[in-house]
């Protein structure tokens, strides 16, 4: 019979994204995860398999811990869709701002590091990175619906927008941590969502 596990499992794979976005993916090792997790290396196999299902889980934790929890919360009919998108993006430029690390997004970060040559890796960020589309699509076009977001572009073209403005806020963020320049960022596209 099984011995039962000795640890807690959400605590170690907080462990286990703390150090891989520290670090990335390539550049942390079995031996930095099974340190920072406080675990042997046979234990950390015995529990996730290898690194890269360890990374897979890690990474799917952080989604359902930030980006899902952040969708949900703002998807509460009773905010209002504009301001729902700008609390979005609101929070975000408040979590970069106070990143001394300056870690970014752990999905933006899989996207870059492993999206090229990692198939799994890529569809996992990209599923993620379509929900978050998916938001603000929903979010647009409930706003068009009701005249408080403009109509001069779809709901799709506006999703996509904000997208990539997420994207660019998240990869600035990394090397330019500067208020000025991330709501520089956001404030014309924010500008691009109200009606006339």
Known sequence: MARPR?????EVLDAAIRCFWMHGYEATSVRDLASSMGLTGASLYNAFG???????????????????????????PVIAPRAAIGAFFDEIVERSLNDPDMKGCMVVNAAVELGPHDPELRAAAGRTLGEIE??????????????A??????????????????????????????????????RPALAALEPR
């Open 50 to 76: 290898d690194k890269h299902a360890l990374y897979e889980r890690a990474l799917k934790r952080y989604v359902d811990e930030s980006v899902a929890d952040r969708i949900r919360r703002l998807e509460d």
């Open 134 to 147: 998916a938001f603000f699509h929903r979010r647009v076009a409930a706003g068009q619906t009701v005249g």
């Open 149 to 186: 977001i403009s109509t001069d572009q779809t709901a799709e073209d506006l999703a996509h927008m904000l997208l990539g403005v997420l994207l660019g806020i998240r990869v600035l963020a990394r090397i330019r941590p500067e208020r000025a320049l991330l709501e520089g960022v956001l």
């Open 6 to 10: 000795a640890f807690d499992e959400n």
